[in-house]
Each structure stands twice: as structure tokens, then as C-alpha cells.
């Protein structure tokens, strides 16, 4: 890495942060002007009902910010490598169309009036149609091959044809599972920012351009989002914010050439995901039971008397844990 791009990543992140603090500043009077207040669900830990009205769609914020430093850092970064502009743009993309989705989602919910936006078929099929462009894109520029790398033994995985379908399940999964992280004042963002390090250091470690400089400014995202986002929370990201940050994680991802990383970086992820599952399976298994006191698995937690600063602390501590631990398996 040379010292130019050092030089930009820096940059990048600390101007992000600041721009997303900032626009978050006047973002927070206008949403509540708009009356674009996040509605709480009565089956909830009962004490988040002091969180109804906290304006959300706070997403909107490091998107803007993303959008700006990529467009002008790339460019500085990038002027004379086609490659990682394309790369880097790439991810952006992928990111931003995720975050569309989560904006009709979230105006969704205003317009029903209650924490229930789009249809879950309706959500999972823009996903799929986003996910099934983006690897297109993907496979067109040579990015990426049919085949995966395996963590820790090296091992390439021709799929051919599968490559597809379990690229499918593997980014939308993604994405949906850093939407269900997002549940607690701070949590999303400061386990992002953890698995945006992760990417950081790997990227100068093993000479990525592109992904150091994206994994830079997603940090900055979350960084500048939890000014106003840490507990106590004056404004909540929304679909919007979640599954931009999905998108770009994924995005990350496969940019560095072994997707099934994020299996690992983003384990806190894949559990919240989990505990979803196993919860709707043995209450439907069981005629009502429940296998953890309230999921995501968040929840559960704060159900068994953790307050939220400690949810954050020691989720983002394991997410450090496992980061290390998907730095060893590179």
C-alpha cells in the first residue's frame, strides 16, 4: 500500500464520520418535522415503548456520506486504475439499491402506520432481483469466479452453476441478518464498524485498494451514525440504514475474493439470524413454546436483565473475537 492511498483512507473515514454526524444533526429536527417517527411493537421488551416516535430512516445520512467520499476519494484514489474504481463502485451500488429497498420499506411502515412494512415476498424478491444483477456484474467483470475459497484451508470450491444459488442465499442472508442486528440503541452500527476494521486491516495487509478504501468509509458510516445513535438513541437508521450496511459488507466480501469470510467476521450476524429461526421453528414445533425469551437474540438478552450498553459491549467484543479469528483463516 502506498502512502497516497494511507493518506486517502484516512481521510475518507474521519470525513465521512464528521459529514454523517453533521447531516445527522439536521436530519433528526426535519424527520421529526415529518412526523417519521419509528413505531414500537407492543410484543417488544415493554421499556422500548419510551423509543416510539425516535425519528428513523436516520440512514439516509452515511449514504449521503458514502456517496460523496467514494465519489470524490475514489477518484483522487483511483484516477488512473479503472479496476478499483469499477470495484469500488460496485459496492456502493450493491449497497445503495439494498438501501432503496429499505427506504420503500420504511415509508411503508409510515404509510400502514404501524412497525410492518413491505411484505416479506415482496422484500425478498427486490432483493433476489438486486442480489441476481449484482453478481451478474460481478461474474461479467471478472471479480468473481464460480468457485469459493474455503477459510482456513485454502481450498477452492468449483460450483459452477450452484455458485449462483448459494451466492444468492449468502448475500441476501446476509443483508437481512445485519437488518435484524439493528434492534438495539448502537448495536448495528458498532458491530459494523468492528467487521469494517476487520476488512481495513486485511485489505493493507494483503494490498486491496479498493476494500481498503470502502471498508475505510464504511467504518466512517458507522462511526458518525453512532454520535446519534449510541444509547441513549436520538435517531435509528431504518431499513434504510441496515440493509445499505448489509449490501456494503457483502460487498466487501466478495471484493476480497473469499466470500465465506463474512461467515465468520460477521458470525453475530448469522446468530441473530439463527435465533430467529430456531424461535418461529420450536414454537411451531412445540404448539407455542419458546426456545429463548425473545428473539432476535438481542432481545433475549435484554429480556434476562442486560441493560443495552452492555448488549453492545459484549456483542461487539465477541464480533472482535471472531474478526481475529477470520484474519487467521485469510
Not at 104 to 110: E, R, Y
Not at 154 to 175: A, D, K, M, R
Not at 274 to 295: A, C, D, E, N, P
Request: with cysteine.
Amino acid at each position: 500500500m502506498d502512502i497516497k492511498l494511507t493518506i486517502c483512507c484516512v481521510s475518507a473515514l474521519l470525513i465521512t464520520a464528521a459529514f454523517t454526524a453533521i447531516i445527522c444533526r439536521f436530519l433528526i429536527p426535519k424527520l421529526k418535522s415529518l412526523k417519521l417517527g419509528q413505531k414500537i411493537l407492543d410484543v417488544g421488551p415493554r421499556w422500548h415503548k419510551s423509543k416510539e416516535g425516535t425519528p428513523t430512516m436516520g440512514g439516509i445520512s452515511f449514504i449521503a456520506a458514502a456517496l460523496l467520499t467514494s465519489l470524490v476519494f475514489g477518484l483522487i484514489a483511483f484516477y488512473s486504475d479503472s479496476d478499483s474504481l469499477i470495484r469500488l463502485a460496485l459496492i456502493f451500488g450493491y449497497a445503495l439499491l439494498n438501501g432503496y429497498i429499505g427506504v420503500m420499506d420504511d415509508l411503508a411502515k409510515f404509510s400502514h402506520g404501524q412497525n410492518e412494512g413491505l411484505k416479506a415476498w415482496q422484500k425478498y424478491l427486490l432483493q433476489l432481483i438486486v442480489t441476481s444483477a449484482y453478481l451478474a456484474v460481478l461474474r461479467a467483470t471478472g471479480i468473481a469466479s464460480t468457485s469459493f475459497v474455503v477459510p482456513f484451508v485454502g481450498i477452492n470450491l468449483e460450483l459452477g452453476i450452484f455458485w449462483y444459488v448459494i451466492s444468492v442465499i449468502l448475500c441476501t442472508g446476509i443483508v437481512n441478518s445485519v437488518n435484524l442486528t439493528d434492534g438495539v440503541d448502537g448495536l448495528c452500527s458498532t458491530v459494523t464498524a468492528v467487521i469494517g476494521v476487520f476488512f481495513l486491516v486485511a485489505s493493507f495487509v494483503f494490498s486491496s485498494s479498493s476494500n481498503a478504501l470502502a471498508s475505510a468509509i464504511l467504518v466512517g458510516c458507522c462511526l458518525g451514525f453512532l454520535v446519534y445513535n449510541f444509547h441513549p438513541a436520538r435517531i435509528f437508521m431504518g431499513d434504510t440504514g441496515s440493509l445499505f450496511l448489509g449490501g456494503w459488507v457483502i460487498g466487501l466480501a466478495y471484493n476480497c475474493g473469499s466470500p465465506l469470510i463474512i461467515l465468520i467476521a460477521g458470525m453475530l450476524y448469522v446468530l441473530e439470524s439463527l435465533s430467529v429461526i430456531i424461535q418461529v421453528s420450536y414454537f411451531k414445533l412445540t404448539h407455542g413454546k419458546r426456545f429463548f425469551k425473545m428473539s432476535p437474540i438481542h432481545h433475549h438478552f435484554e429480556k434476562s436483565g442486560w441493560g443495552e450498553i452492555k448488549v453492545v459491549t459484549v456483542f461487539s467484543t465477541f464480533t472482535l473475537i471472531v474478526c481475529v479469528l477470520a484474519f487467521i483463516g485469510l
